[in-house]
């Protein structure tokens, strides 16, 4: 039998706005996931995800970051990346509140993907491994020097000002009812902020340069058509990280949202493999 609630998650040792937390938990769980959600989206996207993991003896515990889904915020609102990690430390707290015995394996996709990376590097206790998916270490067509130059003056100029982030859901995947239901959610927003674009791109620049001090186990899925994350730049990220225990899976033609695609479930059942055996 699987468990499932979601509720208003209050903060409880870092600064911030209240989050918001899904949880899926099989009986007897064997490994708890901690779940980090991309730009613009929430953490209630992933319930097919947590539902096909639970089959496996997986908990999963995500929560909305700030100013995303549910959670208290500016939408999109930053003005530090350090933010972000804050926000995956009351996601820590509540995996081990909640699952105290089972071990505890990180996951983030996207935009989450940066941050889960970032967290295992500078803050790896009590993760003991680290699974992502499209992680965003760079635009896959790369922002000309004009516009991120006029970025980065705006981010410190005027660093709520919106910019329209240019994409949809048939960019993100190839099955139709998840494209029209991502561009049909009220709770995934079109635009992102001048500040989130300095930090974001200074955050990316400081994973890379750290990717060598990353001991965990790694696990790095990654669309060949992802017209969103550069995969040549996750493969850099990949090929630089520190970790002896590391696979890279390249899908072919497949989207940013690998487990959003037609094709979803045998990638699902491949990270639940791979969560399971670094558990």
Known sequence: MTKRDEGVLARNGTPGPALYFHATTPDAPKVAVGLVHGFAEHGARYAHVADAWAERGIATVSIDLR?????????????????????????????????????????????????AASVAIEHPSPWRALALSGPFFETTDPVPAPKRIAGKIAGRLAPNLGIPVGFGGK????????????????????????????????????????????????????????????????????????????????????????????????????????????A
């Open 67 to 115: 100013g995303h889904g549910k959670a208290e915020g500016l939408r999109g609102g930053l003005d530090r990346f350090s933010e972000y990690l804050d926000d995956v430390a009351e996601l820590t707290r509540l995996v081990r509140a909640r699952l105290p015995d089972a071990p505890t394996v990180l996951f983030g996709h996207s935009m989450g993907g940066l941050i």
């Open 171 to 278: 960019d993100v995947t190839h099955d139709p009812v998840r494209a029209r239901a991502y561009d049909e959610d009220p709770l995934v927003f079109k635009n992102a902020r001048a500040g989130w674009f300095r930090e974001i791109q200074a955050a990316q620049a400081r994973a890379l340069s750290r990717a060598p001090a990353l001991s965990m186990p790694l696990l790095l899925v990654h669309g060949t058509a992802d017209r969103l994350a550069s995969p040549a730049r996750a493969r850099a990220f990949f090929d630089a990280a520190g970790s002896a225990d590391k696979t890279w899976d390249a899908r072919d033609g497949l989207f940013h949202e690998v487990l959003n695609e037609v094709e979803w479930r045998p990638v699902a059942d491949r990270f639940a493999e791979w969560i399971l055996a670094h």
